[in-house]
């Protein structure tokens, strides 16, 4: 039996008790404080539109370590043709996120919900955008939730080819130098794992979340032209 959550109590279940599926719990609510804590537990959100709300801590779980990122010769040409941004169009990419079709992760789960509540807690400081612009235009972009000395990645967009890669290439530059340690991808894709992720165990996962819970990292989320 998947446990239900008590929508008037924070408290999650342990995330090592997940499923053989990755599923740990379902119910509760999306309010800043359960979105955080389920965070800085190795627990994430992940559910269709109109269905239950369902929590996840997958095994085997997908990390990026910021040193593994493969930058092609071909990449590096193409971040010269856009301009980064941090934090200026938070909501629009989680919107543009939402529309995206994926063929080995579905996208339609950034619901109307999800985006209310990433946007509340990007307005607390603790969830960021990444973004690409060519010609003022945003063309590309990801954002997460900062937790400790990581940073969760959610989802990618991208309506001009590698506008995403160039910008998560921009991310890790710029994680490296503040101080950060990793990237946490979550589920396995074939896209990230071309850039350079890679499966670990949830044991050694939560193991050094929990680690890096204890650590924080001061910085201001500003582009630094010298790392582009």
């Not at 990122?69 to 989680?94: A, G, P, R």
């Amino acid at each position: 039996m998947i446990p239900q959550l008590n929508k008037y109590e924070l408290k999650f279940p342990d995330a090592s008790q997940a499923n053989t599926d990755g599923i740990l719990a379902w119910g509760g609510d999306l309010t800043p404080s359960r979105l955080i804590r389920a965070y800085q537990n190795g627990i994430f959100p992940w559910f269709s539109s109109g269905d239950p709300i369902i929590w996840w801590s997958p095994d085997p779980r997908l990390i990026m370590e910021l040193d593994d990122f493969k930058i092609s010769k071909s990449l590096k040409k193409s971040m010269k043709k856009f301009e980064y941004k941090f934090d200026t169009n938070f909501e629009e990419v989680m919107h543009k996120c939402s529309t995206v079709n994926r063929n080995d992760q579905a996208g339609t789960w950034i619901s109307s919900e999800i985006i209310e509540a990433f946007t509340t807690i990007h307005g607390m400081g603790m969830a960021h955008s990444i973004e690409s612009y060519q010609n003022g235009e945003l063309v590309g972009g990801l954002y997460g939730i900062v937790v400790g000395k990581v940073f969760c990645g959610e989802s990618m967009f991208a309506n001009m080819s590698d506008a995403s890669k160039s910008a998560y290439a921009v991310l890790i530059k710029h994680l490296k130098e503040w101080g950060y340690d990793f990237i946490d991808c979550q589920v396995p894709t074939n896209h990230l794992k071309s850039l350079g992720a890679k499966e670990v165990s949830r044991e050694y996962f939560l193991d050094r979340l929990l680690k890096t819970n204890m650590e924080t990292v001061s910085h201001t989320w500003e582009i630094n032209k010298e790392l582009i």
